[in-house]
């Protein structure tokens, strides 16, 4: 990784896009990982916006939806096949 992962950062209004690691994704890989918990646990979309986005879904509801399905989204695509990316960056960083 570039740059040191942060435990609870603030999130920008949509994750990053495309079949390439980001300095956002290695900066956001905890909330990421969060996300995909509650996810798999069923939690309130809206219960983990706020606590894991920062987000308040009652001042701006579709924006805050957003925000959260789209950082989501890209956890889930870390999971499925960006992790696979991180491994070859690591690779080719010892090489």
Known sequence: MRVSVELDPDVDDEAPTGDT???YDERHHVTYWRLLDANAEGADWKEVARIVLHRDPLGDEFRT???????LERAQWLSREGYRKILEQ????KA
């Open 21 to 23: 690691i980001t300095v």
């Open 90 to 93: 690591a690779a080719a960083n």
């Open 65 to 71: 939806y957003r925000c959260w399905q789209s950082h």
